[in-house]
């Protein structure tokens, strides 16, 4: 979809679940060279849906980890279904992420007009070629819309996150992972500030403040000398 996509995790661990051999995720990936590549295949998981349903005690739940829910090959009646499940689950608090905000708002003026309470809407925001995901993300009915700047690749620039309530900001990891700089942040924190939106500074990943490669364990997750772990006003998990 962007830059964003290109060393995603979802892929490799695509590959791997196959090979365990978890049937669902057969066919979704093939080697090219070191790398994973998907293959354009979009399975609906129906089964997955009610297993929300069984969990009595709340949960947060991150709808599709390995997906794009609102990808153009996912039916308007399987989102429908999803919402569905959420609404009649207000016990849990669902986060679902996309890089298709266009679609979302298109999709959810039908499926639901009213927002959930327990729903959280976000987007994801790489560099300043992808800003305008935010303005697509402001003409979703949400009660909690989010940014995941992750991973963040490039500055933002200038970026205006009126109505936007959560910011996790974060770098890449794994071998080919590109490197973050601290300025690019410093850019967001400001203007989270400016908004009032909640800033949750996530990992710098395998590229260090100082802009040395380790394992993102090592290179840690704080900034400014503290860690962040602001989450929106309204709802706290």
């Given amino acids: 979809m962007s830059a964003g996509c290109t060393n995603c995790y979802a892929m490799n661990m695509a590959r791997r679940l196959e090979a365990m051999g978890v049937e669902k995720y057969k066919g979704l990936t093939r080697?090219?060279?070191?790398?994973?590549?998907?293959?354009?295949?979009?399975?609906?998981?129906?089964?997955?849906l009610e297993i929300p349903r069984k969990w009595k005690k709340p949960r947060k739940i991150f709808v599709n980890s390995m997906s794009d829910l609102f990808h153009p090959?996912?039916?308007?009646?399987?989102?429908?279904?999803v919402w569905q499940v959420?609404?009649?689950?207000?016990?849990?608090?669902?986060?679902v992420l996309t890089k298709r905000p266009d679609?979302?708002?298109?999709?959810l003026r039908d499926i639901c007009a009213d927002p959930l309470r327990n729903v959280w809407l976000g987007t994801s925001v790489e560099g300043q070629d992808v800003v305008h995901r935010i303005?697509?993300?402001?003409?979703?009915?949400?009660?909690?819309r989010f940014i995941s700047f992750e991973?963040?690749?490039?500055?933002?620039?200038?970026?205006?996150?009126?109505?936007?309530?959560?910011?996790?900001?974060?770098?890449?990891?794994?071998?080919?992972?590109?490197?973050?700089?601290?300025?690019?942040?410093?850019?967001?924190?400001?203007?989270?500030?400016?908004h009032g939106t909640a800033f949750f500074f996530k990992q710098w990943?395998?590229?260090?403040?100082?802009?040395?490669?380790?394992?993102?364990?090592?290179?840690?997750?704080?900034?400014?000398?503290?860690?962040?772990?602001e989450m929106p006003a309204e709802i706290q998990l």
């Avoid at 500055?155 to 770098?171: M, R």
């Avoid at 794994?174 to 300025?183: D, L, M, Q, Y």
């Fill in 73 to 81: 090959d996912v039916s308007g009646s399987f989102v429908a279904d």
């Fill in 31 to 48: 080697k090219s060279g070191r790398r994973t590549i998907w293959n354009g295949v979009v399975h609906e998981d129906r089964r997955s």
């Fill in 135 to 144: 303005d697509e993300l402001r003409q979703v009915p949400a009660r909690i």
């Fill in 103 to 107: 679609r979302m708002a298109e999709m």
């Fill in 151 to 194: 991973p963040l690749i490039d500055s933002v620039g200038k970026i205006d996150l009126t109505d936007i309530d959560w910011a996790i900001v974060g770098g890449e990891s794994g071998r080919s992972a590109r490197p973050i700089k601290e300025e690019w942040i410093d850019d967001i924190h400001d203007v989270c500030r400016q």
């Fill in 86 to 95: 959420m609404s009649d689950t207000p016990r849990h608090h669902y986060q």
């Fill in 205 to 229: 990943g395998t590229w260090g403040k100082d802009n040395k490669r380790r394992s993102k364990k090592m290179n840690g997750r704080s900034y400014r000398g503290q860690t962040w772990d």
